[in-house]
């Protein structure tokens, strides 16, 4: 099959790293390592990459004003965020800066927006300001005329998270590393004398390696682990003998409403955050949708991504009180993301108790702001711990444009079609994403439905995916051989159509 090359190659015994759980914290720290003379492994648990906490989130580079610096998610988030559009330019993902604002709908909310303002400025946001209701209200027409001031963060912006996280694999694999998908990394053993430490030039490293051995009996070998397993962190940690924590989950629901809808905002809108969540947004999604949300609820159950009517209902009634245009009649969708929560901060730490073993747990918001920042911390934490770095001779950092077909104007559109035919045959018409653009993404390794919906966006639109799954599914079978019993929606068990009647 054409799947990428460096893709589940047979199972190697002398990576330098291995990396476990491939959401934007593990693919930025891939992708990092990727530009060093390092051989290293992504091995993540499901069928594709950005499947766990980076698929369902609000999709925001945040502002650097909601966390005081002394924690280190706010040092990330602030240098994670001047990050993205050097990244944007190597890596072509949807990213917009298209400004956050908070707005205060009660005179006595301006002191928590004036604290807010002042925390921003020590942070050293760039551009950000204290509005006027004239003033927040000129910078966002559709905010409701109850409005009496804000904030103002010209830096924040939006990405599409998940196309991120396979531009990022997407780079690291094309520089060397190598990604096992399927990969449950259930059982771990350290063995201290596996290398000759004086051989890879290591000080700080006693010489061991790790065996690390999937469920389905796929062994590889690294010198490094890093745990950036997400919600399974805590389990991931315990395999490794590592620090015992408990990874507590907080669900965020959300609602999708179709891109027609009239109370799109400019720019991202918060409004003034309590002591626990930085409440509703009203999000203009990079890709022209609009998200409300997310709640903020604990829940017990890692797996537990349902939505409840009652929730929905108090996310539109939030929502309206920001921006009173917002209609039920323009929801597409609902969805719920799950938080990993540990304590307050991130926990991005050398295990004091596995050997050559790094944790990267509790990426809660903002993880994705932080990510590129991430990946380089845990770089120069492994650089500490005796990893041998030397810059690549040759590191490509660019990955291929891969334009969208909505996305060019007719001339742009003619020469696709001219060059190949498939980009005139258009399966999926609510986002207007042609065979041409499922193709590329089935080629580049996403050949579940979820896959094909996260790269290219069929599915995503008004219908989700009722017009045009079965085509794609068509599509699927054509370019991989695979039979549509084993066409998935995200892998393991989640087939859709049995030969059983
Ligand atoms: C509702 C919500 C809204 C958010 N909004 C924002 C926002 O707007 N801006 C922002 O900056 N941040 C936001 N965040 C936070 C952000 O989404 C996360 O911080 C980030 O996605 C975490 O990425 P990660 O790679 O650490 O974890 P994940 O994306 O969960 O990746 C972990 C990976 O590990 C894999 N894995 C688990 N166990 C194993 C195993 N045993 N073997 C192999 N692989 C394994 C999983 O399959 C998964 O792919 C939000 C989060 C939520 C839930």
Redesign the pocket.
Known sequence: MPFLENRNPPPQDDYDVAI????????NIARRLSAYDVKTAI????AD??????????????GGFHHNKKYLKARL?IQGNLMFDQLRRELDFPFKRNGIIVAALHEDEMKAVGHLYMQGVENGVIGIELCSRERILDLEPKLSPDTVGGLYAPGGGMVE?YRFVFALVESAVKNGVHLYTD????AAAYDAAAYDAAAHDAAAHDGGAWTVRAEDGRTVKARYVVN?????AD??SRIFGGEEFRIKV?K?E?FLMDRLTRARPERVVFPVPTAVSKGMLVIPTVEGTVLV??TADMVEDKTDYSTTAAHLEEILESGKAMIPSLSRNDVITSF?????CLEEDFYIEASARAPAFVQ?AG?????????PAIGLYVKDLLKGMGLNLTEKARWDPFVKDRPRFRELNPYEQDSLIAADPRWGNIVCRCEKVSEAEIIQAVRLGHYTLDGIKYFARAQMGRCQGGFCTYKIIKIIMRETGLSWEEITKHGGASRLLETEL
Do not use: W
């Open positions: 476990i759980g491939c959401g934007v914290s593990g693919a091995l993540e648990k499901a990459v950005s499947f766990g906490t980076s698929k369902a989130n609000s999709g925001i580079v945040h988030e998270p990969f449950k990394v259930n950036s397993a997400g919600l399974y389990e991931v907080r965020g959300y949300g997310p719920a993301g799950l938080r990993p990267v990426i809660q918001s903002p993880g994705l702001t932080a990510s």
